[in-house]
């Protein structure tokens, strides 16, 4: 598929933000951005061209029954080299979000292709400063105008970019996190799994909960009996115990978490004993009274990883990690975001730069 560009003179270009890690994440946009539209059976239509607002009929399916999905990845500048964190498994993901809405999948070469060159467009955009990137967020969304529940026939998929600082305005620091006991994320057989807008719907009735007693994420439990871990937010979470490190399993209630796959490949390369299992709230409070667990943290493409210093649960609030940074939160931390701005070594082949030609 051929991509048309309809790019901007370059005086009619925005200002780029001087100090990007005093802007609120996500809430400046690059110049451009790529669309695609899906009819009649087939992807068409591919176009970069000026950021604006969409097109939608009132009708369209994606407003009145939630059939959409996105992806959020980041791009990071080293010296003049722009650089992806395994990308190819955020499109991978991306398809399984869309097959499990009933929604056409995108080609994952055409994807990255596609990607790639609107970086290469907006590449003046990808911050130079340390902590910060240009956050990707690859979407789509159910275009037919018709009143009535059906898989829509007409898609419209698209990428905007936006430069951005840390996602927590506490930046790399202990985090506060609210246990929900009132409200689930997700149940056995729903879209847990699927990258779905109506799951961050879902979730912010507990999140505006927890903000009002100043806790930045919910920590939700399982729906059938609100006993064991599932999820933060926006992230997937870890608990180090002196004898293992864990995090949920994969039951199909959680997301499939990028940089829970690359911590879990790096804990064990490191010769940790990492285990995929239920972990129950008793257990992580009871471990935190008695000095068993020893860290907890959430990781995602946003906040890359979040140290948690304190837990509430059941009216009273836990530290976490004597309220500090653990050892091995920092370590992967310094890991992670070593790798992707090409600061250090890359074992396991997860950085594609995006060519300067």
Aim: proline share 6%; net charge negative.
């Amino acid at each position: 598929m051929q991509i048309q560009d309809e790019l901007l003179p370059p005086e009619n270009r925005k200002q780029k933000p001087a100090d990007v890690l005093s802007v609120a994440f996500g809430t400046v946009f690059t110049d451009h951005m790529l669309s695609v539209q899906y009819d009649q059976g087939m992807w068409r239509n591919a176009r970069i061209h000026p950021y604006r607002p969409l097109n939608l009929d009132p009708a369209s399916l994606c407003l009145h029954y939630g059939q959409g999905i996105f992806e959020g990845m980041k791009a990071y500048r080293r010296a003049e080299r722009i650089l992806l964190f395994r990308p190819i498994e955020n499109f991978k993901r991306f398809n399984t979000s869309a097959i499990r809405m009933v929604m056409p999948t995108i080609d994952e070469n055409f994807a990255l292709e596609s990607l790639m060159r609107l970086l290469k467009i907006e590449r003046d955009w990808v911050p130079t400063l340390k902590g910060s990137s240009l956050y990707i967020r690859p979407t789509m969304i159910a275009t037919e105008p018709k009143l009535g529940v059906k898989p829509s026939d007409e898609y419209l998929y698209f990428v905007i970019l936006s430069p951005v600082g840390p996602y927590f305005k506490e930046g790399f620091n202990p985090v506060k996190i609210m246990v929900s006991e009132n409200h689930v994320r997700a149940a056995e057989g729903g879209v847990g799994a699927a990258k779905t807008i109506g799951n961050y719907a879902a979730s912010l009735k507990a999140g505006t909960l927890a903000t009002k007693i100043g806790y930045s994420q919910v920590l939700w439990l399982d729906a059938h009996d609100q006993k064991y871990l599932e999820e933060v937010g926006t992230m997937n979470i870890f608990v180090r115990f002196d004898d293992e490190l864990a995090t949920p399993p994969l039951s199909g209630t959680i997301l499939p978490g990028i940089t829970r796959d690359s911590v879990i490949q790096l804990t064990r390369n490191w010769g940790y004993n990492v285990n995929e299992r239920r972990i129950s709230i008793n257990e992580v409070i009871e471990g935190l009274r008695s000095g068993k667990v020893e860290e907890v943290f959430g990781c995602g493409t946003a906040a890359i990883i979040a140290p948690v210093g304190h837990l509430y649960y059941q009216n009273t609030e836990h530290l976490v990690s004597g309220g500090k940074i653990g050892e091995l939160t920092q370590n992967l931390y310094d890991e992670i975001t070593g790798i992707q701005s090409g600061e250090k070594e890359d074992p396991f082949e997860w950085v594609v730069e995006v060519s300067q030609d």
